[in-house]
């Protein structure tokens, strides 16, 4: 069962725990994330770098099992940005290399009749241009310059568009936007919380 808000479709049912919140400005990017790691049974720890880290050229937000964030974190390397067409990089070059990653460590999976998949969704920063890359390997764009992932994206997508957050002319305003969104996310989501971190992209 899914739902669609704001050009993105959701799952209703969502393993993704997390909230993860970016929004795309003119020449600069900012993403947002909680730092709560939840289990099915209620555990949650406070992650102290959160879920948002950098490797080589990139940005990377993820939502969903911590086994995903440490392979991309600490056991893969981004490969160059080396095509002006950054939707062509993803397609022909990051998915295929993250891939082949969660290829090597078992970290895929296959039910019958669908798509090769992993457990996180993905939100990503190239040279200022946000992507979602979701579960399966797809991906998707957002026109309106906001993007949110993880169980608490509802609420988080809810209260960006009630701002407008997508027309913000600065990193400030963004920022603040994205704190009160991950805020009401973590309110009504039992599965976000904690410290809420940022990167800036603006290079």
């Given at each position: 069962?899914?739902?669609?808000?704001?050009?993105?479709?959701?799952?209703?049912?969502?393993?993704?725990?997390?909230?993860?919140?970016?929004?795309?400005?003119?020449?600069?990017?900012?993403?947002?994330?909680?730092?709560?790691?939840?289990?099915?049974?209620?555990?949650?720890?406070?992650?102290?770098?959160?879920?948002?880290?950098?490797?080589?050229?990139?940005?990377?937000?993820?939502?969903?099992?911590?086994?995903?964030?440490?392979?991309?974190?600490?056991?893969?390397?981004?490969?160059?940005?080396?095509?002006?067409?950054?939707?062509?990089?993803?397609?022909?070059?990051?998915?295929?290399?993250?891939?082949?990653?969660?290829?090597?460590?078992?970290?895929?999976?296959?039910?019958?009749?669908?798509?090769v998949e992993n457990d996180n969704i993905w939100i990503v920063c190239i040279q200022n241009q946000i992507y979602r890359i979701?579960?399966?390997?797809?991906?998707?764009?957002?026109?309106?310059?906001?993007?949110?992932?993880?169980?608490?994206?509802?609420?988080?997508?809810?209260?960006?568009?009630?701002?407008?957050?997508?027309?913000?002319?600065?990193?400030?305003?963004?920022?603040?936007?994205?704190?009160?969104?991950?805020?009401?996310?973590?309110?009504?989501?039992?599965?976000?919380?904690?410290?809420?971190?940022?990167?800036?992209?603006?290079?």
């Open positions: 069962m899914i739902c669609l808000l704001a050009g993105f479709v959701l799952s209703a049912v969502s393993l993704t725990m997390t909230t993860i919140a970016a929004i795309q400005g003119d020449g600069w990017a900012v993403i947002a994330g909680d730092s709560q790691s939840s289990d099915g049974d209620g555990f949650a720890v406070n992650i102290p770098t959160g879920k948002i880290f950098k490797n080589n050229e990139l940005i990377i937000a993820g939502a969903g099992q911590v086994r995903g964030i440490n392979l991309l974190e600490h056991g893969w390397d981004a490969p160059a940005v080396k095509l002006k067409n950054i939707d062509k990089y993803v397609t022909s070059i990051l998915v295929p290399s993250i891939r082949k990653c969660f290829s090597m460590a078992d970290y895929e999976y296959k039910r019958d009749g669908e798509s979701e579960s399966d390997y797809s991906w998707e764009r957002n026109s309106d310059n906001i993007y949110v992932a993880g169980s608490g994206e509802r609420f988080a997508l809810g209260a960006l568009e009630a701002l407008n957050a997508g027309s913000v002319e600065t990193v400030t305003q963004a920022k603040n936007y994205l704190r009160k969104a991950i805020k009401i996310a973590s309110k009504y989501d039992a599965y976000s919380g904690g410290d809420i971190k940022f990167v800036v992209s603006n290079g």
